[in-house]
């Protein structure tokens, strides 16, 4: 499908001719396997998937227009998409906290070796400074998605892709395809890590010591009740009913 036919839908689902149209966003972290799951989003036969960060920004309505499933990375206003595009479907990809930091940091650090971070942003930094913000950003970004989605299970599916051997499954049937033969797996850098082995593990247990979040909730994928206090909701999704 071209990107008019899709944005010419689009236009139709807004002003409620087409109803059974509806777009998909995964709207987890960045490193919580987007491309895995923009992987699957093709095999199951939706059209028009993007990986990348283009669509985050909320003035971008003419490339949300033209594709139908989105990953890698939060928008910047996810409550704007489910109001402007009317049936969308949001996914929370999730990974465990020490895990997801020490992909992340790999990440940046690769970022920074090859001249692509702006020196002047000290969020996209491999530092200490920096991972104690991807941690409450990272908490704050799920509890509100949760939040905003509460009554609303239809429209929200929480999963974490890389541990869960069920997630594609999961995902399938929350779009109401069928599920593929086996969960998808795409690397979108080298590799640098073995799964389970911290490669940074020095920096980030300091941090996260510093922040008073003890050992048992360094595996946690939603959030750190040490953080940001005992919330009405899991912290773990192993732990959601």
Known sequence: MSGRIEAARTILSQIGVDRTYSKIFAIGMNK??????????????VPR????????????????????????GP????????????????????RDLSEWLDSRFQHVTGRQEEGLLDPNNHYWRPT???VELWVRHRDRHHLEVMEYFKDRPNDL????????????????AFLGKKPPAEKPYTRST???????????????????????IPQE???NDLYCPSLSGQQPFPARTADNP
Do not use: C
């Open 128 to 130: 200490a400074e920096a």
């Open 32 to 45: 919580t396997a987007t491309s895995s799951i923009d992987t699957l989003f093709a095999s199951l036969g």
């Open 75 to 94: 928008p910047e206003d996810f409550k704007g998409l489910d109001q402007t595009y009317p049936r969308s479907k949001f996914v929370l990809n999730t």
């Open 217 to 219: 909730e360094w595996t």
């Open 49 to 72: 998937t993007l990986h990348g960060e283009q669509w985050r920004p909320a003035a971008r309505s003419d490339i949300i227009r033209s594709w139908r499933a989105f990953t890698d």
């Open 157 to 172: 599916l929480i999963v974490n892709f890389i541990s869960d051997p069920q997630a594609a499954a999961k995902i399938a």
């Open 190 to 212: 080298k590799k640098t890590r073995d799964h389970g082995v911290l490669v940074n593990a020095e920096i980030i247990e300091s941090v996260l010591n510093k922040m008073g």
